[in-house]
């Protein structure tokens, strides 16, 4: 299998043939277009999708900009096109956040991230893919719409299926936080570690209870500053696998209310957490646990379904919640997220906006006869309750 650094394309096919362009362009340097992590085969709400990321660094003398991006299999047949708002919505600019007029524009020396999701409905799964860039030089004029294109970034797409897990909590109704399209959330935030750059939230979730009604938290009127009312706080925390706790940390304290909630550094963002080695070089994270509520120790063997924490509000947390993931490494932060799927769970509805999150109920799952999901993971910000565990 090609490694990510062979499948780097560092330069450049220019088109022969574009629209409204001169036919022959001199060959130039452009971007450096890089995949870091092959993508894997995940099925969410019942589709097939690719999740990864096209890194793009401008190696050019002047500013670039990018027009359209094309994923392309092996044949050439185009799997997504992004133009206009649709590839404003998945670019990203990793380390500027201000005073940055048009992001599509990449100045010399600069990286920009294409968070991309490929669905592959009613098609057979492509088993590599490539890009296309068409981009404009600053050099040519503002009134060019497309002056170049690159192709490159071959990435073999992995076979090998992720691993089916069982609840990491009882029951629900539980809201499954997250959204490729945040800028902020977890699906979008590097950390650089050790001299390289992660994405560990590649696939997190972050889990928020809920009463039937959808408030977060048993409080009357509402608004209950006080940690100990939300009701997921104190839930039981399972392992999600057989396997072999690997690391633990439970030495960040919890403040009683959420407004005295403090500031974290990058080194307890996690706060307290558990990291189970799940075999095959994969590590299930939990993290924001309660102080004090670890039943588990570094070298224990657990089964699936053995409780072995307490869900709290440590660490960098808005609220009472267990962020979950799954790394290759056992590293909160120096590691790459990988996917995951659950052994079964019932969709009970979906947030369309997330603001309404703890202020009103979810809207019902349209079709309660395909509401039983296995071997998925779930959609954004779905609420759904889980399934028991099978001991095996």
């Known amino acids: 299998m090609r490694s990510a650094a062979s499948l780097t394309a560092l330069l450049c096919l220019v088109a022969a043939w574009l629209p409204g362009a001169i036919a022959a362009v001199p060959m130039?340097?452009?971007?450096?277009?890089?995949?870091?992590?092959a993508p894997t085969p995940l099925k969410i709400a019942g589709v097939p999708q690719l999740v990864y990321e096209l890194h793009l660094t401008n190696f050019a003398d002047d500013a670039l900009t990018l027009k359209h991006v094309q994923v392309l299999d092996a044949a050439g047949a185009t799997l997504i096109d992004l133009r206009g708002q649709e590839l404003d919505h998945r670019l990203g600019r990793p380390g500027l956040t201000t005073g940055q007029k048009d992001k599509r524009e990449i100045a010399p020396g600069m990286r920009a991230v294409l968070y991309i999701e490929v669905p592959v409905r009613d098609r057979a799964m492509p088993r590599e893919l490539r890009h296309r860039i068409e981009y404009a030089s600053a050099s040519t004029g503002e009134a060019t719409e497309v002056d170049a294109v690159v192709e490159g970034a071959r990435i073999a797409v992995l076979e090998t299926p992720p691993p089916s897990l069982s609840p990491p909590l009882r029951g629900g109704p539980w809201a499954a936080i997250h959204d490729p399209a945040w800028p902020r959330?977890?699906?979008?935030?590097?950390?650089?570690?050790?001299?390289?750059?992660?994405?560990?939230g590649r696939y997190a979730i972050d889990w928020v209870k809920l009463d039937d009604q959808g408030r977060e938290e048993r409080s009357r009127n509402g608004g209950s500053d006080q940690v100990t009312d939300w009701y997921g706080y104190g839930e039981d925390v399972l392992a999600v696998a057989d396997g072999v706790i690997a690391s633990t940390r439970d030495d960040v304290v919890e403040s009683a209310t959420i407004s005295a909630h403090p500031k974290h550094s990058i080194t307890d963002a996690s706060g307290n957490y558990v990291a189970l080695d799940i075999g095959n070089g994969r590590y299930a994270f939990y993290e924001h646990l309660k102080p004090g509520s670890l039943r588990v120790r570094p070298g224990q063997r657990v089964r699936r379904g053995d409780v072995i924490a307490s869900l709290g509000f440590t660490g960098d947390s808005t609220g009472p919640h267990l962020h979950f993931h799954v790394a290759d490494a056992d590293s909160p932060l120096?590691?790459?997220?990988?996917?995951?799927?659950?052994?079964?769970?019932?969709?009970l509805g979906r947030y369309e906006a997330i603001g309404d999150l703890g202020k009103k109920r979810w809207q019902p799952y349209p079709v309660p006869a395909e509401a039983h999901r296995s071997g998925e993971r779930p959609a954004a910000n779905v609420v759904l309750k889980f399934e028991a565990a099978s001991k095996p």
Do not use: C, K, N, W
């Open 28 to 37: 130039r340097t452009s971007f450096d277009m890089q995949v870091p992590l």
């Open 334 to 347: 120096g590691a790459e997220g990988v996917p995951y799927v659950f052994d079964g769970f019932e969709i």
């Open 185 to 200: 959330g977890h699906r979008r935030v590097f950390y650089a570690v050790d001299g390289r750059a992660f994405l560990p």
